[in-house]
């Protein structure tokens, strides 16, 4: 399996390569060069599959020869033996249309997990066979940052800096990222949003001096291996409830665009998804851009879902381009576009394509309450509010879709990971799973630095270590 990039000047790269690279030297998302494609009987054979067996036949046609059958599923076995559930992403029945699939039973509380624990392995895998230092640099609304850091700290030949906005993360966010006191992990708290962060990511990317002397590498959605094991749960769901029999729809609480696109990925390889819901709070580029063709960036609103409290949402560019006949230097002069306006138009190409597969909905905070007390009275789920917000899109969308086509929710978050939003909302403080432990006893460092490139740069410069 070969990688290339949205924006066509970079070099395509194997399946190792785009796992330690992360974003495109031409500052395109590496995408594979062809979707694989699984027929009828290739999916009706995953029935009743474990979740590791599940992740080894989904993710093999991505891996290419870059990983052993055999080392696969080892590494697989161990990322997902970290999760406190048997069945690692359980289905959860609502009513009879709804469904919820909890992907939060890791070690960080959020479904982020999923791809980090898997991704850190690979990781280490890939530099065992390799003399160099890999800096990881990222932007996090909370979610990415913990889980990052949880699957990386104390691995050698690996540091991460990992910003996050200052104050706009929740204290278990904070605490989950802070409290790890590993000697490669660098945590800096931006006096910005965390768009902000990410732009002075995506200029680190982009910096050839900074480049140079490290070999930076993302652990964003932007990094594919990450999105290939958000595949892996569509399949997983979707064969548990009647797939390829039966057609599902999905419903994804949306901020990066990597967890729904992970969806779009599994309608490409057979998967019969129906519907892949887009939901998004009031900060609504997403649903703008779906619904009316306008991918306009607004001031950041902070909301109570932060981890979708973006304007930006990166791996857009992945469908626009897919959509778009793959054509590279007519995604590279969009994006070019965008970059210097902050606003874009989407071609009717590129609209009419997304409309065959994806809504969209806006959810603001009181359909986000409603969600969550419907699922409590209803189901005596306790819902975090971004699986709220996903729920209140789904039931949205429900009338417009075959009764027959069961709607999956994706759970991304433990209610516990952001209970102060959820006591406000239904007046349940949730509790904190025990797999937590003492994070509000332990020792916090991190610093705080301006959102100013130059100095956020020379932080970390006076601390990574060179490539080789
Ligand atoms: C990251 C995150 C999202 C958004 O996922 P994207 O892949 O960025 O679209 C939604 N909910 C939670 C809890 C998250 O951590």
């Given at each position: 399996?070969?990688?290339?990039?949205?924006?066509?000047?970079?070099?395509?790269?194997?399946?190792?390569?785009?796992?330690?690279?992360?974003?495109?030297?031409?500052?395109?998302?590496?995408?594979?060069?062809?979707?694989?494609?699984?027929?009828?009987?290739?999916?009706?054979?995953?029935?009743?599959?474990?979740?590791?067996?599940?992740?080894?036949?989904?993710?093999?046609?991505?891996?290419?020869?870059?990983?052993?059958?055999?080392?696969?599923?080892?590494?697989?076995?161990?990322?997902?033996?970290?999760?406190?559930?048997?069945?690692?992403?359980?289905l959860v029945q609502l009513d009879h249309r709804h469904w919820l699939l909890e992907l939060?039973?890791?070690?960080?509380?959020?479904?982020?997990?999923?791809?980090?624990?898997?991704?850190?392995?690979?990781?280490?895998?890939?530099?065992?066979?390799?003399?160099?230092?890999?800096?990881?640099?990222?932007?996090?609304?909370?979610?990415?940052?913990?889980?990052?850091?949880?699957?990386?700290?104390?691995?050698?030949?690996?540091?991460?800096?990992?910003?996050?906005?200052?104050?706009?993360?929740?204290?278990?966010?904070?605490?989950?990222?802070?409290?790890?006191?590993?000697?490669?992990?660098?945590?800096?708290?931006?006096?910005?949003?965390?768009?902000?962060?990410?732009?002075?990511?995506?200029?680190?990317?982009?910096?050839?001096?900074?480049?140079?002397?490290?070999?930076?590498?993302?652990?964003?959605?932007?990094?594919?291996?990450?999105?290939?094991?958000?595949?892996?749960?569509y399949?997983?769901a979707g064969?548990?409830l009647?797939?390829?029999?039966?057609a599902i729809a999905f419903a994804v609480p949306t901020?990066?665009?990597?967890d729904v696109?992970?969806g779009?990925?599994?309608?490409?390889?057979?998967?019969?998804v129906e519907r892949l819901i887009v939901a998004t709070n009031?900060?609504?580029?997403l649903h703008?851009?779906l619904?009316?063709?306008?991918?306009?960036?607004?001031?950041?609103?902070?909301?109570?879902t932060?981890?979708m409290?973006?304007?930006?949402?990166?791996?857009?560019?992945?469908?626009?381009?897919?959509?778009?006949?793959?054509?590279?230097?007519?995604?590279?002069?969009?994006?070019?576009?965008?970059?210097?306006?902050?606003?874009?138009?989407?071609?009717?190409?590129?609209?009419?394509?997304?409309?065959?597969l994806f809504a969209s909905a806006r959810i603001d905070?009181?359909a986000m309450s409603l969600a969550m007390r419907w699922a409590?009275?209803r189901a005596?789920q306790?819902l975090d509010p971004h699986t709220a917000v996903g729920l209140a899109a789904a039931m949205h969308h429900a009338d417009e879709i075959d009764p027959a086509v069961p709607i999956v929710t994706l759970a991304t978050?433990?209610?516990?990971?952001?209970?102060?939003?959820?006591?406000?909302?239904?007046?349940?403080?949730?509790?904190?799973?025990?797999?937590?432990?003492?994070?509000?006893?332990?020792?916090?460092?991190?610093?705080?630095?301006?959102?100013?490139?130059?100095?956020?740069?020379?932080?970390?410069?006076?601390?990574?270590?060179?490539?080789?």
């Open positions: 399996m070969r990688y290339i990039s949205t924006r066509g000047s970079a070099p395509a790269l194997d399946f190792e390569a785009v796992t330690l690279a992360g974003l495109a030297s031409d500052g395109g998302l590496y995408i594979p060069e062809a979707w694989p494609r699984f027929s009828a009987d290739e999916i009706a054979a995953l029935a009743g599959l474990s979740y590791v067996e599940t992740a080894v036949r989904v993710m093999a046609p991505f891996v290419g020869d870059a990983l052993g059958e055999d080392e696969l599923r080892a590494l697989c076995t161990q990322a997902y033996g970290r999760f406190s559930h048997d069945a690692v992403t359980p939060f039973h890791g070690p960080t509380l959020a479904f982020k997990d999923v791809a980090l624990q898997l991704l850190g392995l690979l990781f280490e895998r890939f530099l065992s066979q390799r003399d160099t230092h890999l800096t990881i640099v990222g932007a996090t609304s909370g979610d990415t940052g913990s889980a990052a850091i949880d699957a990386v700290a104390g691995r050698a030949k690996i540091d991460i800096f990992m910003l996050h906005p200052a104050g706009r993360v929740s204290d278990v966010q904070r605490r989950q990222m802070t409290t790890m006191l590993a000697p490669n992990v660098h945590n800096i708290a931006i006096e910005g949003s965390f768009d902000d962060a990410q732009a002075m990511v995506k200029a680190l990317f982009a910096d050839r001096e900074f480049t140079g002397r490290f070999a930076l590498s993302a652990v964003n959605s932007i990094n594919w291996a990450r999105l290939m094991a958000q595949v892996v749960y399949f997983y064969v548990r009647g797939a390829p029999g039966k901020g990066n665009f990597g696109f992970a779009y990925v599994a309608a490409q390889m057979g998967l019969p009031v900060n609504d580029i703008r851009a619904s009316t063709g306008d991918y306009s960036t607004g001031q950041v609103v902070p909301t109570a932060p981890s409290d973006i304007q930006v949402s990166s791996n857009f560019e992945r469908l626009l381009f897919d959509l778009g006949a793959r054509e590279g230097s007519a995604m590279a002069a969009q994006m070019q576009g965008f970059e210097a306006s902050r606003a874009m138009k989407l071609t009717n190409a590129q609209r009419e394509g997304a409309a065959k905070a009181d409590n009275e005596g306790i978050a433990h209610a516990g990971k952001f209970r102060d939003a959820v006591e406000r909302a239904t007046g349940i403080r949730p509790g904190l799973p025990a797999r937590v432990g003492s994070l509000f006893s332990r020792e916090e460092r991190f610093v705080t630095l301006p959102a100013d490139l130059n100095v956020v740069k020379a932080w970390i410069a006076e601390r990574a270590t060179p490539s080789a």
